[in-house]
């Protein structure tokens, strides 16, 4: 029966009067290793929902005040932010919903769309206020399913439920994953209004509603950890083809990193996960996994030497071709377990190789590994590290100067490398002379010429964007720096797609360093890499264009001083690593050198080159089949079209999809245990 319009009348003022007395303010409290890290304040009155988030994790402070109305099925019709991001650029976004037609503005986007029914807006820069409005609208929605402005299809899943107790206080608390975003689902945990009460960020913070006693986290944290790897562990059964039976690759160019050849039709025979024949010759074998690799190039696994990983890396890393990844800076927790996962196989990851993080205690302190407030106890975390098998220690920026000598020692003496950010007030120079090992990052090969610059502060980006180009690559004093490196055989990890990023994005635009790909990836990926991270003022712009040209003219110097390097990403899995090779190659770097430092030197630098990092008889089978010739095209790389880890083999088309990622080429069919495989077509 419908209703009559005078109880329609009715029932909506009660509604009204309900919203303009519904009040409500929560707090959470964001928490690091050492402590607290920053707070958010939800506050809601009636439909009005505010937020104010502020964070700080070394030198990075992310400052964000959100405000938006709800609407019908509890969607946002008015939506404004803005702050600060983490490295200092402005933000600012605006979305209204009236009369049917969405628009949305702000110093990165804008757009519109009709709209005929209730699509959820999220917004590029987001805090906890609007995210957990997003998981109330697909609880309250029949299908737990709603349609996303700009773009995309948001799903929830309840994957968990669990009853705290705090006092004479109980709280049912939820677990729930939003897929669509990103590439593996965003897990949380709700209360019984949808209101969020935790989550676990990956070790690298936890949330936790202020009130409740953060012991409470150890558990809501592990649960949710259960989950998020049970997912990983699904991709890992359905995508892992395990061959029972010796792999025959036949008719394949074959690159030779050793000996820095093209090797045409050739041959080669893998057995119980190592490469057993390279032959001229066709091989027969009756008993064997088949692959016909003509018009296609295999070469070794890939390396990424510079990885903060998380588990769902593992896949990422996999699809693009990289089997061995150094883990430069985690928490010990998070590295082992995730070691254990990509061991055991129960999840998708190839060959882990860990450094320990170590900073000096300070407030600009990276806290993700441990902190020293003297030089004894620093030595002291070096022993830990060493007696956990660690291969090498990264230092940040606040180690004290003194300390390097005597901690390179140290480190030396526990059978470990030394590498890491330059300390502040120091120059590279001085950290090579002290014991260095190794430089991570480009910047600090610049910053080695200006001065003793506070490397814990946004100096170390800011110095560089204006004042790169202004370096004089030709003259005697960085020759005589670079031939030092090249003496002391300090290796460079360099990460210049990272700081060719920072210094060449713009308010509004895409980040030239993913544009070619950014229309693969998810929607939430695809928009982090819009707008400006750096707040470049307009009279610097051409400064920064300089200074990103820069960096490739010092890739270029580094290989033709005969500087040891190895490539690293430090940002997304997978498509940094590729991007950074593609740099090198535009730097003028003959490709066989630029695949080199993705392959056998990183092998030679972890002292691992006597079973991997190069294709060879004896050596694990770490290969990649691409469509093309990285030689001759050094973006051949993306197009990987089979990755084979010992007896694993790997279909990147088929990865790519269960990630939430347009494949970009269709891998090669093979025959497994009497089985074809069918090629997907890339989208």
Same mark, same amino acid.
């Given at each position: 029966?419908?209703?009559?319009?005078?109880?329609?009348? =009715?029932?909506?003022?009660?509604?009204?009067?309900?919203?303009?007395?519904?009040?409500?303010?929560?707090?959470?409290?964001?928490?690091?290793?050492?402590?607290?890290?920053?707070?958010?304040?939800?506050?809601?009155?009636?439909?009005?929902?505010?937020?104010?988030?502020?964070?700080?994790?070394?030198?990075?402070?992310?400052?964000?005040?959100?405000?938006?109305?709800?609407?019908?099925?509890?969607?946002?019709? $008015?939506?404004?932010?803005?702050?600060?991001?983490?490295?200092?650029?402005? =933000?600012?976004?605006?979305?209204?919903?009236?009369?049917?037609?969405?628009?949305?503005?702000?110093?990165?986007?804008?757009?519109?769309?009709?709209?005929?029914?209730?699509?959820?807006?999220?917004?590029?820069?987001?805090?906890?206020?609007?995210?957990?409005?997003?998981?109330?609208?697909?609880?309250?929605?029949?299908?737990?399913?709603?349609?996303?402005?700009?773009?995309?299809?948001?799903?929830?899943?309840?994957?968990?439920? #669990?009853?705290?107790?705090?006092?004479?206080?109980?709280?049912?608390?939820?677990?729930?994953?939003?897929?669509?975003?990103?590439?593996?689902?965003?897990?949380?945990?709700?209360?019984?209004?949808?209101?969020?009460?935790?989550?676990?960020?990956?070790?690298?913070? *936890?949330?936790?509603?202020?009130?409740?006693?953060?012991?409470?986290?150890?558990?809501?944290?592990?649960?949710?950890?259960?989950?998020?790897?049970?997912?990983?562990?699904?991709?890992?059964?359905?995508?892992?083809?395990?061959?029972?039976?010796?792999?025959?690759?036949?008719?394949?160019?074959?690159?030779? =990193?050793?000996?820095?050849?093209?090797?045409?039709?050739?041959?080669?025979?893998?057995?119980?996960?190592?490469?057993?024949?390279?032959?001229?010759?066709?091989?027969?074998?009756?008993?064997?996994?088949?692959?016909?690799?003509?018009?296609?190039?295999?070469?070794?696994?890939?390396?990424?030497?510079?990885?903060?990983?998380?588990?769902?890396?593992?896949?990422?890393?996999?699809?693009?071709?990289?089997?061995?990844?150094?883990?430069?800076?985690?928490?010990?927790?998070?590295?082992? %377990?995730?070691?254990?996962?990509?061991?055991?196989?129960?999840?998708?990851?190839?060959?882990?190789?860990?450094?320990?993080?170590?900073?000096?205690?300070?407030?600009?302190?990276?806290?993700?590994?441990?902190?020293?407030?003297?030089?004894?106890?620093?030595?002291?975390?070096?022993?830990?590290?060493?007696? %956990?098998?660690?291969?090498?220690?990264?230092?940040?920026?606040?180690?004290?100067?003194?300390?390097?000598?005597?901690?390179?020692? $140290?480190?030396?003496?526990?059978?470990?490398?030394?590498?890491?950010?330059?300390?502040?007030?120091?120059?590279?120079?001085? *950290?090579?002379?002290?014991?260095?090992?190794?430089?991570?990052?480009?910047?600090?090969?610049? #910053?080695?010429?200006?001065?003793?610059?506070?490397?814990?502060?946004?100096?170390?980006?800011?110095?560089?964007?204006?004042?790169?180009?202004?370096?004089?690559?030709?003259?005697?004093?960085?020759?005589?720096? @670079?031939?030092?490196?090249?003496?002391?055989?300090?290796?460079?990890?360099?990460?210049?797609?990272?700081?060719?990023?920072?210094?060449?994005?713009?308010?509004?635009?895409?980040?030239?360093?993913?544009?070619?790909?950014?229309?693969?990836?998810?929607?939430?990926?695809?928009?982090?890499?819009?707008?400006?991270?750096?707040?470049?003022?307009?009279?610097?712009?051409?400064?920064?264009?300089?200074?990103?040209?820069?960096?490739?003219?010092?890739?270029?110097?580094?290989?033709?001083?005969?500087?040891?390097?190895?490539?690293?990403?430090?940002?997304?899995?997978?498509?940094?690593?590729? %991007?950074?090779?593609?740099?090198?190659?535009?730097?003028?770097?003959?490709?066989?050198?630029?695949?080199?430092?993705?392959?056998?030197?990183? *092998?030679?630098?972890?002292?691992?080159?006597?079973?991997?990092?190069?294709?060879?008889?004896?050596?694990?089978?770490?290969?990649? @089949? @691409?469509?093309?010739?990285?030689?001759?095209?050094?973006?051949?790389?993306?197009?990987?079209?089979? =990755?084979?880890?010992?007896?694993? #083999?790997?279909?990147?088309?088929?990865?790519?999809?269960?990630?939430?990622?347009?494949?970009? $080429?269709?891998?090669?069919?093979?025959?497994?245990?009497?089985?074809?495989?069918?090629?997907?077509?890339?989208?």
């Amino acid at each position: 029966m419908k209703k009559s319009r005078l109880a329609t009348l =009715v029932t909506a003022a009660v509604l009204t009067a309900a919203n303009s007395t519904y009040a409500k303010s929560i707090e959470y409290v964001f928490y690091d290793k050492e402590g607290i890290a920053g707070t958010e304040v939800i506050e809601q009155k009636g439909s009005k929902v505010t937020g104010e988030l502020s964070l700080g994790w070394n030198n990075r402070r992310l400052n964000l005040k959100e405000s938006f109305t709800i609407g019908a099925a509890k969607m946002p019709e $008015h939506l404004y932010i803005e702050g600060i991001s983490p490295f200092g650029a402005p =933000v600012s976004e605006e979305f209204t919903l009236k009369n049917g037609v969405a628009s949305w503005q702000g110093s990165d986007e804008h757009g519109s769309a009709k709209t005929s029914e209730a699509q959820f807006y999220i917004p590029k820069n987001t805090t906890l206020a609007i995210q957990t409005q997003l998981v109330k609208a697909l609880i309250a929605d029949k299908d737990h399913s709603i349609g996303l402005l700009p773009q995309g299809q948001a799903q929830l899943h309840k994957l968990d439920q #669990l009853t705290l107790q705090q006092g004479d206080e109980k709280k049912t608390v939820y677990l729930y994953g939003v897929s669509g975003l990103g590439f593996t689902p965003e897990l949380a945990w709700h209360d019984e209004k949808g209101d969020l009460f935790a989550a676990d960020e990956g070790g690298w913070f *936890a949330i936790l509603r202020k009130g409740w006693d953060k012991s409470h986290l150890q558990e809501l944290k592990e649960r949710q950890v259960a989950a998020a790897d049970k997912y990983l562990q699904e991709i890992a059964e359905r995508h892992t083809h395990t061959s029972a039976q010796p792999i025959l690759i036949s008719n394949v160019s074959l690159v030779d =990193v050793e000996a820095g050849k093209l090797l045409n039709k050739r041959h080669l025979l893998v057995e119980n996960g190592k490469i057993k024949k390279i032959s001229r010759r066709p091989l027969k074998l009756d008993n064997a996994t088949q692959i016909d690799a003509k018009g296609h190039t295999l070469i070794p696994g890939l390396w990424d030497m510079h990885a903060h990983l998380s588990p769902n890396d593992g896949a990422l890393n996999m699809a693009a071709g990289i089997i061995n990844v150094r883990d430069i800076g985690n928490t010990h927790e998070n590295i082992t %377990r995730i070691s254990s996962l990509f061991e055991s196989e129960k999840i998708i990851g190839g060959d882990l190789f860990r450094a320990g993080f170590m900073d000096r205690e300070s407030e600009n302190a990276m806290r993700m590994g441990k902190t020293a407030d003297s030089l004894e106890e620093a030595k002291e975390i070096v022993e830990w590290y060493a007696e %956990r098998n660690y291969q090498q220690i990264k230092t940040y920026s606040s180690m004290e100067p003194e300390w390097i000598a005597p901690l390179a020692k $140290h480190i030396h003496d526990n059978g470990m490398r030394l590498s890491g950010h330059i300390p502040a007030f120091m120059t590279a120079e001085e *950290a090579v002379d002290a014991g260095f090992d190794e430089i991570q990052h480009i910047n600090m090969l610049f #910053l080695n010429f200006m001065g003793k610059i506070d490397t814990r502060k946004k100096l170390r980006f800011t110095e560089i964007g204006e004042h790169a180009h202004e370096l004089d690559l030709e003259s005697k004093e960085v020759a005589e720096f @670079l031939d030092k490196l090249a003496q002391k055989g300090t290796v460079v990890d360099a990460t210049t797609t990272v700081f060719s990023s920072m210094l060449l994005r713009e308010p509004g635009k895409v980040d030239p360093e993913f544009a070619d790909i950014a229309n693969h990836l998810p929607v939430n990926i695809q928009r982090s890499f819009i707008g400006a991270e750096l707040d470049v003022k307009p009279e610097h712009r051409d400064d920064y264009d300089l200074s990103a040209d820069a960096l490739l003219k010092m890739m270029h110097k580094l290989h033709e001083h005969k500087v040891t390097m190895v490539a690293g990403s430090d940002g997304i899995p997978g498509f940094t690593l590729l %991007r950074e090779l593609e740099l090198y190659a535009k730097s003028g770097i003959p490709t066989i050198d630029v695949l080199r430092t993705a392959t056998l030197v990183p *092998a030679q630098v972890m002292g691992a080159d006597k079973y991997t990092g190069s294709i060879a008889v004896g050596k694990n089978a770490d290969l990649v @089949l @691409l469509e093309g010739n990285p030689l001759e095209d050094i973006s051949a790389l993306r197009r990987t079209a089979l =990755v084979i880890e010992g007896q694993n #083999l790997y279909r990147p088309d088929e990865l790519y999809q269960a990630l939430g990622i347009k494949p970009f $080429h269709p891998s090669v069919p093979f025959e497994l245990n009497g089985t074809t495989t069918i090629a997907a077509q890339a989208q």
